[in-house]
């Protein structure tokens, strides 16, 4: 696991520009790092030392020197992929680098090498002969990886911090980002809130040449779903994920285990047969409701494990915020965020490897909201047009959406009209309301339309599933995931997030996903073949925080509003609406922590970045 930086119309650097670049990210690869400069290129790289301990470093060239390669992440076929290009007659200096089979994929197969990988990846490939840059990112968006142009310049890199070092980087605000991200709670685009700089999407690659970027989009998910039992699609989904496991634990370092108290992290742990398994839980005024380290604990024991654990204090939590949202790159409502990054910080003290059960969800239906669409009701039977008017008639006498009225509103309108992932955090009418810019930012709705309609035929639960895919767990779940477990030099792999899985999940039927009384369903039943069945049937919680109890203590309270009447605060909002909203909440007439977190977020990111 590494970080890596480049940057093209050189400017007779002498290596002061870069090293300023690659110092800012130096958290993702303390071990070595590695520098290429020609008259037209710059690439720079910070490594984190994980397979083939003693080769490996980069940039890496291939023989003739022509492509030079910098790397982010892990290629688990690439042993596979190295058999077949030394038949094709290519010559590989390291014994087991996973970094040289792309370089040597790439001389052999060019873009067709990437729907071949298995694994994370982002990676740049800068050819010396023509110019060009070659660039990828894995099919989930596992590995981030940043684009500008800034005059003649062309930057890229795995996190947007290191562009600011350099001259010809402007820093601007992009205000609809802001507004986008007040629905999501996190950045849905490709664009950034940094102005002109941009993420790759997941499953892109594309060519850079002659200041003309072409990006290609080479996989999708194609949910397609056959015939089979809940015991047929169980057993499958055991196979594939131990299968996962395994080749996701290769490694020369010790590996480790997140544990919540939920199946994913524990089926994914006891899969692993790790040493050491970590948890974090919250200290807070209602006792053990944010605390699953006993859970976990308990479970690590039936499996012989080791639990490593730690109580976060909320002098911790809220000390730490502003740089973890630092380390974000970009503001991250998730408070979810800032346990992944103590329970990141706890593990790199034993181990540089951890597993982790992000994907399980998005892939095997496991989210609450999935079950909507088949919990039918007697209100339901109802024409939809006379559903539509109480759901228009709730909205313009503006009821508060407490969970009848909620009801009714979401009832009356579409999958497409009401669902944009699993964080809606203010309406368009709420966001303009309190915001002074942005307000011609598209709504949510359209930003989602594009991945509606490549399912158009589907069902609604896949619909949901394929939104989320596409949108909430690139932008929230694995953001948060790389920048909190690199920000403590640790790499963090993510077994159900796999292209053979994937490939099973998208077969298994809607019935042996969700049904009215869990979630899951067959990766419930694979669970229960080894997981104690308490576990196995567990809510997922995650690792819960208990901000809406901290918001109306007076600290907290203070703290906020002193953000929320700052002088940065009035250059965006309506700093008095912010206020009542935060009232609102202390005095406990609606529970709004989660808008008044993402407006406190973005602030505490502003404060960081200008």
Avoid at 416 to 437: D, M, P, T
Wanted: neutral net charge.
């Amino acid at each position: 696991m590494c970080g890596f930086v480049g940057f093209t119309n050189h400017i007779k650097d002498d290596g002061t520009v870069l090293t300023s670049m690659m110092d800012k990210i130096v958290h993702r690869g303390p071990d070595s790092h590695g520098k290429f400069i020609d008259q037209n290129m710059c690439m720079g790289f910070r490594r984190l030392s994980i397979v083939d301990i003693n080769d490996g470093d980069q940039p890496m060239f291939n023989e003739d020197d022509t492509l030079v390669l910098t790397f982010n992440g892990e290629i688990y076929n690439h042993m596979e992929i190295r058999e077949k290009l030394i038949e094709a007659g290519h010559t590989f200096k390291t014994n087991h680098s996973d970094s040289e089979v792309l370089l040597h994929g790439y001389e052999e197969y060019g873009a067709d090498l990437v729907p071949m990988l298995r694994g994370m990846f982002a990676f740049i490939i800068y050819n010396r002969k023509d110019g060009s840059i070659f660039g990828a990112r894995d099919m989930f968006g596992i590995k981030p990886l940043y684009y500008t142009t800034m005059g003649d310049t062309t930057m890229f890199g795995s996190e947007i911090k290191s562009f600011i070092c350099h001259p010809d980087f402007k820093k601007e605000l992009n205000e609809d980002a802001l507004a986008h991200y007040l629905s999501f709670q996190y950045s849905p685009t490709v664009e950034t809130f940094f102005k002109n700089v941009f993420k790759l999407p997941p499953a892109h690659y594309f060519t850079f040449k002659d200041g003309k970027m072409e990006r290609t989009r080479y996989f999708r998910p194609n949910f397609s779903a056959e015939d089979g039992s809940l015991d047929y699609y169980s057993d499958k989904i055991d196979e594939a994920i131990r299968e996962s496991v395994a080749a996701h634990k290769i490694a020369d370092v010790p590996v480790g285990s997140f544990l919540s108290s939920g199946i994913d992290s524990s089926y994914i742990s006891e899969a692993a047969k790790v040493d050491k398994t970590f948890t974090v839980g919250f200290e807070s005024p209602d006792g053990n409701r944010y605390n699953e380290i006993e859970f976990a604990k308990k479970f690590a024991d039936t499996i012989g494990v080791e639990n490593i654990s730690k109580v976060i204090t909320p002098e911790e939590y809220w000390g730490t915020f502003a740089k973890i949202q630092y380390h974000m790159d970009e503001p991250l409502a998730d408070p979810a965020a800032i346990a992944l990054y103590f329970v990141s910080k706890l593990a790199r003290e034993h181990v540089k490897v951890v597993m982790s059960g992000e994907g399980a969800d998005e892939l095997f239906g496991g989210y609450r909201i999935y079950q909507e669409p088949i919990t039918l009701t007697a209100y339901d039977k109802l024409p939809f047009f006379i559903r539509r008017a109480v759901s228009k008639t709730c909205e313009f006498l503006h009821l508060p959406k407490k969970y009848g009225i909620n009801y009714l509103i979401r009832r009356g309108k579409t999958i497409e009209e009401r669902f944009i992932g699993n964080a809606n955090i203010f309406s368009v009418k709420e966001r303009n309301k309190i915001l002074l810019v942005g307000h011609d930012a598209a709504e949510p709705q359209i930003l989602c339309k594009k991945f509606y309609d490549e399912v158009a035929d589907k069902d609604t639960v896949t619909k949901m599933q394929y939104l989320d895919i596409n949108m909430w767990l690139m932008g929230d779940i694995l953001l948060k995931a790389d920048k909190t477990s690199m920000a403590n030099s640790l790499e963090l792999r993510v077994p159900f997030l796999d292209k053979r899985v994937m490939e099973l999940a998208e077969k298994i039927p809607v019935k042996c996903r969700v049904n009215t009384k869990t979630t899951k369903l067959a990766l419930r039943k694979a669970a229960e073949k080894t997981l104690p069945k308490l576990t196995a049937e567990k809510d997922k919680l995650g690792f819960p925080v208990p901000i809406r109890v901290w918001l109306k203590q007076d600290e907290y309270y203070a703290i906020v509003k002193d953000s929320f009447t700052s002088e940065n605060a009035k250059k965006f909002f309506d700093t008095e609406k912010l206020v009542a909203l935060l009232d609102r909440h202390k005095s406990g007439k609606e529970d709004v922590s989660r808008k008044i977190w993402t407006v406190y977020t973005f602030l505490v990111w502003y404060n960081q970045y200008f």
